[in-house]
């Protein structure tokens, strides 16, 4: 069963500006991750932010965490056209054994030129 | 290879006939992971293989489900007697060791389409 939302489900800017995705989830984690995925295939590992981490950076992303909140949030400054993709977040929850991820139902970005 | 295969790419297939789906993992790998993603229901987990461990079956959908990992490399998903609502697109993910906070490598996936 899907634990996390994303708002907004589709997303629509001009190159150059800034995108942000929000992500709720509702356990207890142990980290929250972000993924991309293009054309509706393979998943590409954007960002990893563990529980005790409130935000965290990586060339133009940023995430933030907010745990007393159940929330993050995925920040891509200075979009491209190659940005277009649909980001998922995933989490992995705090007594889960072996690490399954349990998505959020994705934002779809699409950064027009 | 340097990355997670899988085969066939797409498949298509009658109701009532068996399917296998095949997971290539990167060398290493000692956790996979099966996944699905449908319209209706998002990406879903199935079930997850470390190392010699018994598998977390926690997530698959009915006894037509099942997926085998031979000597901790190769795993296979097969689906019996498929339904129209087995048509989603499956991705398998592995993970270096059993440790948490590691990425997962997804593959680029099979899409099944179930006439």
């Known amino acids: 069963s899907q634990q996390g939302e994303e708002d907004p489900q589709a997303l629509s800017i001009q190159e150059g500006e800034n995108a942000t995705m929000n992500c709720s989830y509702k356990t207890s984690i142990n980290n929250l991750q972000w993924y991309r995925q293009n054309s509706g295939r393979g998943l590409v590992h954007l960002i990893l932010i563990r529980s005790n981490e409130r935000e965290k950076h990586s060339g133009r992303l940023r995430v933030t965490l907010d745990t007393s909140k159940k929330s993050s949030s995925l920040l891509i400054t200075a979009s491209r056209a190659a940005d277009t993709a649909s980001y998922f977040c995933a989490t992995e929850g705090l007594y889960n054994q072996g690490g399954k991820l349990i998505f959020g139902q994705g934002t779809e970005l699409s950064v027009k030129p | 290879g340097a990355g997670v295969s899988q085969s066939p790419s797409n498949k298509v297939t009658e109701k009532g006939k068996d399917v296998e789906l095949r997971c290539d993992p990167i060398?290493?790998?000692?956790?996979l992971y099966w996944y699905r993603q449908s319209l209706g229901q998002g990406l879903e987990f199935l079930i997850y293989f470390q190392g010699n461990s018994a598998p977390d079956k926690s997530g698959l959908p009915s006894d037509r489900f099942s997926a085998e990992r031979t000597g901790g490399s190769v795993s296979t998903l097969t689906i019996q007697r498929t339904q129209q609502e087995d048509s989603a697109v499956y991705l398998c993910?592995?993970?270096?060791?059993?440790?948490?906070?590691?990425?997962?490598?997804f593959g680029p996936g099979t899409r099944l389409t179930v006439l």
């Open positions: 993910a592995t993970r270096k060791g059993g440790g948490r906070a590691n990425e997962q490598f």
């Open positions: 060398s290493g790998h000692t956790a």
